[in-house]
């Protein structure tokens, strides 16, 4: 933890990453679409018809916009059998990617 906050990571730099996509996206907001995981949590409605809406295929129906909702919601993904014993580059588990610890409680335990 205290490496990827100081900015050490596998693949580079992960702060220095976002803020120039960031930065990009105000720049392109046709070719590149910034989204934050704070705003999905919150209206994940929403920001999928942000995603679909700059894909080029938006929602012609709030009922394929539900199934959409449904079928990628973590639960779903949560217990898909890939996801409960497969795993990536460097044995990383891909059930790691699917933790009930919230950011509050995140914020929380950073303090101390």
């Known amino acids: 933890m205290e490496s990827f906050c100081s900015g050490v990571h596998l693949y580079g730099p992960f702060f220095e990453h976002v803020l120039e996509?960031?930065?990009?996206?105000?720049?392109?907001?046709?070719?590149?679409?910034?989204?934050?995981?704070?705003?999905?949590?919150?209206?994940?409605?929403?920001?999928?018809?942000?995603?679909?809406?700059?894909?080029?295929?938006?929602?012609?129906?709030?009922?394929?916009?539900?199934?959409?909702?449904?079928?990628?919601?973590?639960?779903?993904?949560k217990n898909l059998e890939v996801n409960k014993s497969g795993s990536i580059l460097y044995s990383v588990h891909n059930s790691s990617f699917f933790r009930k610890r919230s950011c509050l409680r995140l914020e929380e335990s950073l303090d101390t």
């Open 21 to 77: 996509y960031w930065e990009e996206s105000k720049k392109r907001p046709k070719t590149i679409l910034f989204l934050k995981y704070e705003d999905l949590k919150i209206d994940p409605k929403k920001e999928l018809e942000k995603i679909a809406l700059f894909l080029g295929k938006p929602f012609v129906n709030q009922e394929d916009l539900e199934i959409v909702l449904k079928k990628c919601s973590l639960v779903k993904l």
